[in-house]
């Protein structure tokens, strides 16, 4: 390869840098690679990094990859995962097959693996949070099996889905495993855009199977009532 100061250590068989600077592929990190950029260390064996600076994939995170950007980080155990981009982005020890898309200080805690964070800032799957998804937005957290997304969810029970649409961040919490929560401050609709003066309006009929109880004024003529 080419570059300045790039180091490819020994019994590192079959590893390569392309170029870039001060990069270093680690002892025993066999057939890894390391295409560019500067500052990037490789431990892993089969482990790529794309370029980008100040990225690092710890020993034993087998196949791991991290495409480029900016202090990444992929720790040990965490095999075949993978972080696309971004700043500051990190996976930690045994979350293999984990992906973080892109984005700005997310974190996949440890032991949670196939969890997966899209993009975003400040977004995490909780420690122990397998199969964790984080859509993107800010400041969300999903547990196992679970789903967040927007700004400020919390998903922190198991098969939860928890989607916070605050406009102020204020987060808003699951309290149940196999719960779906929607905070929507403008109003939630269904077969309609115009929520008008209602919080939760439905174009179309609604079918209620148990019981139904209304806390406030029930209005119209009740001649629809069957």
């Known amino acids: 390869g080419g570059g300045a100061q790039n180091i ?5 068989e079959y590893s390569s840098i392309g170029g870039g600077a001060v990069n270093l592929v680690g002892t025993n990190a066999t057939a890894s690679t390391i295409a560019g950029g500067y500052w990037n260390t490789n431990y892993s064996p089969y482990g790529t990094i794309g370029g980008g600076g100040l990225n690092t994939i710890l020993d034993n995170a087998g196949n791991a990859t991290i495409a480029g950007g900016y202090q990444n980080g992929i720790e040990a155990n965490a ?4 972080i696309s981009g971004g700043d500051g982005n990190l996976i930690r020890r045994d979350s293999e097959d984990s992906l973080i898309a892109g984005g700005d200080s997310n974190l996949i805690h440890t032991n949670s693996p196939f969890a997966v964070i899209l993009g ?3 977004n995490q799957v909780v ?11 800010r400041s969300n957290a999903a547990s196992k099996y679970s789903i967040a997304a927007g700004w400020g969810a919390r998903a ?13 961040g204020v987060p808003f919490q699951s309290l149940s495993n196999g719960q779906f929560a929607v905070n ?13 003066t209602n ?21 119209g003529d009740g001649s629809a009532l069957t």
């Open 120 to 122: 975003g800032w400040l």
């Open 79 to 82: 095999n075949d995962s993978t």
């Open 199 to 219: 919080t939760f309006t439905v174009a179309g009929h609604a079918l209620v199977t148990g019981d139904l109880r209304v806390g406030g004024k029930l209005y």
């Open 8 to 12: 490819v250590s020994t019994n590192a």
């Open 184 to 196: 929507a401050p403008g109003g939630f609709t269904l077969g309609t855009n115009d929520p008008t």
């Open 156 to 168: 922190a029970t198991t098969n939860s889905a928890v989607f916070n649409l605050s406009l102020t």
């Open 127 to 137: 420690s122990n949070g397998s199969y964790g998804v984080v859509l993107g937005g």
